[in-house]
Each structure stands twice: as C-alpha cells, then as structure tokens.
C-alpha cells in the first residue's frame, strides 16, 4: 500500500512538500511515480522517481517541483515550490512492479495507487 500525504491550502508562490510511504514493500526496488487530477481533467504524469533515485519531470513542473526518495523511510516525496493556481489538483503516488523507463509517464502502467492527497493554490 501507498500512503499519500502533505497536501493543503497555500497561496500562489508558497510551497508544500508531499510524502508518500510505502507498507509491504520496499521502495528502494520500485520506480515511482507521481501523478495529478484537478476538476473534469484527466489525471496526469507529474514527477517519477528511477530506482536509482533518477527523475523526470513533466514540462509544467520542470525546475519547480522536485522528486527524491529516502529509502531507509521507505518513502518518496514531491517538493513543490513556487506552486501557481493551475497546480491545483488530487496528487497522486503510484508505483508498479515491471515499470521500464520509457513508461514512467504513461499512468496506464502504474497499477498500485496511494489514496490521493489534496493540493489547493489560491492566488
């Protein structure tokens, strides 16, 4: 299981750091991803996180949003800085055993989901 946390209300240009922790299994082994879902769009590819503690980010986050991982927490985060109201949506961890590289930001892949957290911008 995945659990998500860290969301809240913040004004446009803050910040808020998400956790997500992993039970039953270990993170170190699983590539991460995290994903998004505002209002009446579909949920999309935000940050994912290589075993190797690699990232890639989608276009709309590149050099606000930073993925890492602590594996002795077995946990990953998503520091978001410079949040703007468009980051408002549900955010999502997932993972999946078998995730190549080339597949990290395609949602489809990822078949184990954390419970969402929510992330609100004003501005």
């Known amino acids: 299981q995945l659990q998500a946390s860290g969301g809240g209300l913040v004004e446009a240009g803050g910040s808020l750091r998400l956790s997500c922790k992993a039970s039953?299994?270990?993170?170190?082994?699983?590539?991460m991803g995290w994903f998004r879902q505002a209002p009446g769009k579909e949920r999309e590819f935000v940050t994912a996180?290589?075993?190797?503690?690699?990232?890639y980010y989608a276009d709309s986050v590149k050099g606000r949003f930073t993925g890492s991982r602590d594996n002795a927490k077995n946990t990953v985060y998503l520091q978001m800085n410079n949040l703007r109201p468009e980051d408002t949506a549900v955010y999502y961890c997932?993972?999946?055993?078998?995730?190549?590289?080339?597949?990290?930001?395609?949602?489809?892949?990822?078949?184990?989901w954390g419970q969402g957290t929510q992330v609100t911008v004003s501005s």
């Open positions: 997932a993972t999946s055993a078998g995730l190549i590289l080339s597949s990290l930001g395609l949602k489809d892949q990822y078949h184990i």
């Open positions: 039953g299994r270990t993170v170190s082994t699983y590539h």
């Open positions: 996180i290589t075993r190797n503690g690699g990232t």
